[in-house]
């Protein structure tokens, strides 16, 4: 079961958190529970991180502050044994004050590595974790903590390390199973690992969902749980579509797809583990867990519309390349796509001509970089403030019409760049990021006015209608 930033925000969510796993216990189930750090404590520590490199060390250590006091709140609040609560705020005061000092060394030396930048934001999971800890104990489970950098190893690769699953196929039962086997519930971070000679390193922002995923399988569970704040896998964002729809059952391909192009909801590695052990994994609500959710299995049944979900992927950039040497030879997408090996930058779309090729990447630093390499091949041009929308169902290469329904849709939008075709699940198009928010909209609303109801919860939107009277 695993609980993001929001279900363990604050004192009530944590609460919340700790009767849904009870819950579980008393169902005879042996939940394994990894947390996020507190909602919004990964971007904080970033920011303390940031000041400090920049000389800013009274800023970086008003940040830490603050985040010292908000734990410490949660802690008393949630803590009413003294013993437990005295332990427990003590071990807070020696994180953050080891925080504290790393802070200040970095304030000095003014060079934010990635393994410390990973170092610091390890701090959120370590306190998050250790708090819920005992705050399961309280209510009566017997909870214990795991330093999940112990059973999660990974490479060296700060800021976005790989697992090792053998290492971690052996470790992680080797230290969870008695745990089990004694009846007590394990608690620990999402998101931080260590690399082999015990550094701390991350799994990528968002990466307790991977967390959750790689202890579900490396122990086989019955199912890997993804606790949120909204009820599941929606027909696209609820932020920016309030009408979306829970979607009820997903397959294994369309949830990667979404989540790969900026479905938030949901790690792009979460489905990793569970394709390869065949292990359900469920989208839940912690704040109404009533709800049951998105079922996302390995075959879903037939959905009457074309599409399930739309996603949105922001912050990216066009290239464009054009070069009239690249007429009748071969071997020249080689030579350009050497060039983003080489910068370690993946591509999400691709389109060419015979003598121009348009790529879409993630804006980031290494763009005039690549350019420049690039520059030696063609004529480069780069664009940023991009989005991709990505619109994924089943078997959308079989069905006739479907381009002109989703163009129409967007007819008022400019559309830079499509891409149908490489896979069956996924139509996507890119097109200013100011319009994104706009497409979303109109595409919902054409695809979504009458869904099937095996596969959306069409009784919440009557609901929805009865109480705002549409
Ligand atoms: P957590 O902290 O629990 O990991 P996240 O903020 O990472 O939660 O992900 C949940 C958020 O993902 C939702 O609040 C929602 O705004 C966003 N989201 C984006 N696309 C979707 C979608 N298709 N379905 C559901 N939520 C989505
Ligand atoms: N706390 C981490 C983040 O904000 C990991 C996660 O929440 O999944 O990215
Ligand atoms: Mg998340």
């Known amino acids: 079961m695993k609980f993001g930033g929001t279900s363990v ?56 502050s603050r985040l010292r006091s908000r ?26 004050d080891s925080l504290d000092e790393v802070l200040r060394g970095l304030a000095a030396i003014l060079e934010l590595t990635p393994r410390i930048s990973d170092l610091i934001v390890s701090f959120g999971e370590r306190l998050s974790s250790q708090i819920v800890t005992v705050a399961f104990r309280e209510r009566g489970m017997n909870a214990a903590h795991v330093d999940a950098r112990e059973i999660i ?21 080797e230290k969870l199973l008695p745990l089990l086997h004694e009846g007590k519930v394990p608690v620990m971070g999402g998101f931080i690992a260590s690399n082999e000679a015990g550094l701390t390193t991350t799994l990528g922002r968002g990466g ?32 920016v579509c309030p009408d979306a729809l829970r979607v009820k059952t997903i397959s294994f391909e369309e949830a990667a ?24 994994v469920l989208v839940l609500n912690s704040r109404n867990a009533a709800c049951e959710g998105t079922r996302i299995v390995s075959l879903a049944p037939h959905c009457k519309s074309p599409f ?24 020249y997408l080689r030579q350009i796509f050497e060039v983003f090996d080489k910068h370690k930058c ?57 381009a002109a329904q989703v163009f129409n849709a967007v007819r008022h939008i400019n559309v830079r760049m499509i891409s149908q075709g490489a896979s069956e699940i ?18 919902h609303a054409a695809f979504f006015q009458e869904p099937d109801p095996t596969i959306f919860d069409v009784e919440a939107r009557k609901q929805l209608s009865v109480v705002s009277g549409r």
């Open 257 to 280: 797809e979404l989540a790969y192009f900026g479905a938030k909801v949901l790690h792009p590695a979460t489905i990793l583990p569970a394709v390869k052990k065949n292990i359900p």
């Open 426 to 443: 996924n139509m996507s198009f890119m097109i200013e990021e100011d319009d994104a928010d706009e497409a979303v909209r109109s595409l």
């Open 208 to 239: 307790s969902d991977f967390t959750g995923a790689i202890v579900g399988g490396a122990i086989n569970a019955e199912a890997i749980e993804i606790w949120t704040d909204v009820d599941g896998i929606m027909t696209t964002d609820p932020r």
């Open 308 to 331: 399930k979900s739309i996603a949105v992927k922001k912050k990216l950039s066009i290239i464009d390349l054009v070069a009239s040497r690249m007429l009748m030879t071969h071997g």
């Open 346 to 402: 993946p591509v999400d779309m691709v389109s060419t001509s015979e003598v121009s090729v348009s790529l879409t990447v993630d804006s980031n630093s290494h763009l005039p970089a690549i350019a420049a390499d690039l520059s030696k091949l063609a004529d480069v041009k780069y664009e940023g403030k991009k989005a991709l929308v990505c619109m994924v169902g089943e078997d959308i290469r079989g069905q006739n019409g479907i």
């Open 9 to 64: 925000e604050d004192p009530a969510a944590i609460g919340r958190t700790a009767a849904i796993v009870a819950g579980r216990v008393a169902q005879g189930k042996n939940p394994i529970v990894v947390v996020s750090a507190m909602a919004k404590v990964t971007d904080q520590l970033l920011r303390a991180a940031d000041a400090a490199a920049t000389g800013d060390r009274a800023g970086a250590l008003a940040i830490s």
């Open 153 to 173: 190893i990974t490479d060296s690769q700060f800021k976005r390390a790989i697992p090792q699953d053998e290492i971690i196929e052996r470790k992680v039962p």
């Open 71 to 96: 734990h410490r709140d949660t802690a008393t609040e949630l803590v009413k044994n003294r013993e437990d609560g005295c332990a427990l705020i003590n071990m807070i005061d020696q994180e953050f």
